[in-house]
């Protein structure tokens, strides 16, 4: 009979580990304290990319999203498979779930190993980007800056339905509350198109911060009840406007910089 035991453990960086005959893993939360992205590969494949202000193996002040929770794409390790943290060194990979023990003759089961094909095409990442305005160069009122974007090939697939996070960096005087809005365009269409006279325009930076913290937002904002689409062959724009009144400019020999990073569900046909 297949018994279930809490499965959290920590997988250092570099060093390649095959699961046992009669165990398996079903990973649910992954996280990381890696500042640079390392990717979690099984049987040599890369599965998920992550980083640490996406995914931080501990929920703590500075970053309050905590391990990433992995849904429907939750990770499976079925038995004598390798897997690998392959990220910078002294990294460390958090994997919570359940690790799964057989009995003699007992094998790991529907609908574990239809999800262990799928995952190698399907489950969860992020997409990050910045725009540096330019040295000594102000930021004018209204002007808006594309920051992020994606158009998918062919046999690719998005879903944004997820943690979205930004920042603007190096402003005279700081970042104050309606300074600066994000905007989503999608095939080149704005999807916010209807704004009255004075309405600061897009979604306000400081509700989606990078990442929530105990001093900045603690909670953080998410596209989960507005989920934007994007098929192959189509595309997304994430844009920050200066919604201040007023043009911005850097302190001297600085740039002003805008930085997005969201997440997002991906789909890729198998080939």
Same mark, same amino acid.
């Given at each position: 009979? *297949?018994?279930? /035991? &809490? /499965?959290?453990?920590? *997988?250092?960086?570099g060093t390649t580990f095959t699961s046992e005959?009669? %165990?398996?893993?079903?990973?649910?939360? #992954?996280?990381t304290n890696a500042t640079s992205d390392g990717t979690l590969k099984i049987d040599d494949k890369p599965v998920i990319k992550i980083k640490s202000l996406v995914a931080p193996h501990r929920l703590r002040d500075t970053n309050l999203l905590g391990p990433l929770q992995l849904g429907?794409?939750?990770? *499976? *390790?079925p038995p004598e498979t390798k897997y690998l943290w392959d990220a910078p060194s002294g990294t460390v990979l958090r994997i919570i779930g359940t690790k799964l023990l057989f009995d003699p003759g007992e094998s790991l089961g529907e609908p574990y190993m239809t999800r262990y094909r799928a995952q190698f095409n399907e489950g969860l990442t992020y997409l990050e980007a910045s725009y540096s305005h330019g040295a000594d160069t102000a930021w004018p009122a209204g002007e808006e800056r594309q920051v992020l974007y994606l158009k998918p090939a062919v046999i690719e697939r998005y879903v944004f339905n997820s943690v979205l996070m930004a920042e603007v960096a190096n402003v005279s005087g700081g970042v104050a509350e309606g300074d600066w809005g994000i905007l989503i365009y999608v095939d080149g269409q704005?999807?916010?198109? #209807?704004?009255?006279?004075? %309405?600061?325009?897009?979604?306000? /930076?400081l509700?989606?911060?990078? &990442? &929530? =913290?105990? =001093? =900045?937002?603690e909670i953080p904002f998410s596209l989960a009840q507005y989920p934007i689409e994007i098929p192959g062959d189509h595309d997304i724009s994430f844009r920050v406007v200066n919604n201040s009144g007023a043009s911005k400019s850097p302190p001297t020999g600085q740039s002003i910089t805008a930085t997005i990073t969201v997440l997002a569900q991906y789909f890729r046909k198998a080939i």
């Open positions: 009979m *297949v018994r279930g /035991l &809490p /499965l959290d453990k920590i *997988v250092p960086a005959k009669r %165990e398996a893993f079903i990973i649910n939360y #992954i996280g429907d794409f939750y990770i *499976v *390790v704005p999807l916010d198109f #209807i704004h009255h006279s004075g %309405e600061k325009k897009g979604i306000e /930076l509700s989606a911060p990078r &990442p &929530p =913290t105990d =001093t =900045t937002e």
